[in-house]
């Protein structure tokens, strides 16, 4: 099973969502998506799965939501994709995709939805 999880490693919940994946016994393609940004095709396919708006997938807690005024209602979704793309910060995380579908795993349970393999039981 093919399964992707854009990821930050300095956040709890996408570290909490990477061990949930891990858990049910697969291995993920692991994109480090503040090095590695999707491109705003990718970012529209990513947001099409998910079948949430745009502002859904901003971040707001970090300081070029407030800088640029993100809070505002005058800009578009592309100028917000774009300043998506200009500081991957925004985008909020962890995404994960499998052929059970896409999800903003937030909090970290939601990977479950899509997830074919049980958790693993600790012993």
Known sequence: MSITIYHNPDCGTSRNTLALIRNSGAEPTIIYYLETPPSGDELRQLLAAMGIPVRALLRQ?????????????????????????????????????????????????????ILTAPQKAHS
């Open 61 to 113: 807690n970090v300081e070029p939501y407030d800088v640029l005024g993100l809070a505002e209602d005058r800009f578009t979704d592309d100028q917000i994709i774009e300043f998506m793309l200009q500081h991957p910060i925004l985008i909020n995380r962890p995404i994960v995709t499998t052929p059970q579908g896409t999800r903003l795993c937030r909090p970290s349970e939601v990977v479950l939805e």
